[in-house]
């Protein structure tokens, strides 16, 4: 079965395994549009997306996955939001995954993403995802003892994690899911200002907890697992993307850009109509006439 294969963007991690996380930005470099035309670029690629939207739901064969991960304050939920603005929300799905319940625990670490995968037609939205799996866990170990799983030896866990998300987003791709990958990266800076507006700003401060500091202290932790997941799991079907979100807008334009590109790139179109059924629309137009007498 033949895979269908996004467009290539300047954005997306390399598939050779030769991504180099420290060198890659976390703003823009060279010439940046204004901030109004940056939001201007957005609202064009969030119409093309509506209107994409629209298409892959009449033509249902086409579902598409979109994965969000970063670190907090990165600004997945407003990318989202932004992004997502124009799309019918029947057309669109959002899940955020967040520690896991007993239920969940109970399963394979693919089992409680699975069951929210995107219905063909749809745009299905993983805010943060089983990736989580190869990154807070691999960087806080006491989440893999809560997992009780059945090996003796835990030293090829991660390999082992890597091929099942492989084998998965492999499965997908075959079975007419488009699988695109966000990894927003934002500075370690950039994270302590937008933190500190937090702290001082009240309607914000829901959006801070005291473990987001103990986050920053291991944040390095977290780099080296980033480095790693995009490495081993960015493909031509299923490509990461590392965005500079140190710029907000910026950032969100780059995430619609890519989307429009690869839906407009998907080979769909609306359902054709026979030349029976173009007849009779005649004669659905002379009887819906004839109310009106």
Same mark, same amino acid.
């Given at each position: 079965m033949s895979l269908f294969i996004p467009?290539?963007?300047?954005?997306?991690?390399?598939?050779?395994?030769?991504?180099d996380l420290s060198s890659h930005a976390t703003f823009p470099e060279g010439d940046v549009p204004s901030k109004k035309s940056l939001e201007k670029k957005l609202k064009k690629q969030v119409k093309t997306i509506s209107e994409l939207q629209r298409k892959l739901?009449?033509?249902?064969?086409?579902?598409?996955?979109?994965?969000?991960?970063?670190?907090?304050?990165?600004?997945?939920?407003?990318?989202?939001?932004?992004?997502?603005?124009?799309?019918?929300?029947?057309?669109?799905? *959002?899940f955020s995954f967040k520690s896991p /319940?007993?239920?969940?625990?109970?399963?394979?670490?693919?089992?409680? /993403?699975?069951?929210?995968?995107?219905?063909?037609?749809?745009?299905g939205i993983f805010n943060r995802s089983y990736y989580e799996e190869v990154l807070?866990?691999? *960087?806080?170990?006491?989440?893999?003892?809560?997992?009780r799983l059945p090996q003796a030896d835990m030293d090829n866990i991660w390999d082992e994690r890597f091929d099942s998300i492989r084998d998965q987003e492999l499965h997908l791709a075959r079975n007419g899911t488009v699988v695109l990958k966000f990894w927003l990266n934002v500075s370690r800076d950039e994270q302590k200002r937008r933190f500190l507006e937090r702290l001082k700003t009240p309607e914000k401060y829901w959006k801070f907890s005291k473990?987001?500091?103990?986050?920053?202290?291991?944040?390095?932790?977290y780099m080296a697992?980033?480095?790693?997941?995009?490495?081993?799991?960015?493909?031509?079907?299923?490509?990461?993307?590392?965005?500079?979100?140190?710029?907000?807008?910026?950032?969100?334009?780059?995430?619609?850009?890519?989307?429009?590109?690869?839906m407009q790139a998907l080979p769909m179109q609306y359902p054709e109509q026979s030349a029976e059924q173009l007849a009779q629309f005649d004669d659905y137009i002379i009887q819906l006439a004839d109310e009106d007498k």
């Open positions: 467009p290539q963007s300047s954005l997306a991690v390399p598939f050779d395994g030769s991504f739901y009449a033509h249902d064969r086409f579902s598409v996955l979109l994965v969000f991960q970063a670190m907090d304050a990165a600004g997945k939920d407003g990318t989202i939001r932004a992004v997502m603005s124009g799309v019918n929300p029947a057309g669109c799905q *959002v /319940s007993s239920q969940e625990l109970d399963h394979d670490f693919m089992w409680r /993403s699975n069951k929210r995968l995107p219905e063909r037609g749809r745009i807070a866990v691999r *960087v806080r170990s006491a989440y893999l003892a809560n997992q473990s987001d500091l103990s986050e920053r202290g291991v944040w390095d932790d697992a980033y480095q790693s997941l995009l490495n081993e799991t960015s493909r031509s079907h299923a490509p990461w993307h590392a965005i500079p979100a140190d710029n907000k807008p910026y950032m969100r334009y780059c995430v619609a850009k890519v989307i429009a590109d690869t």
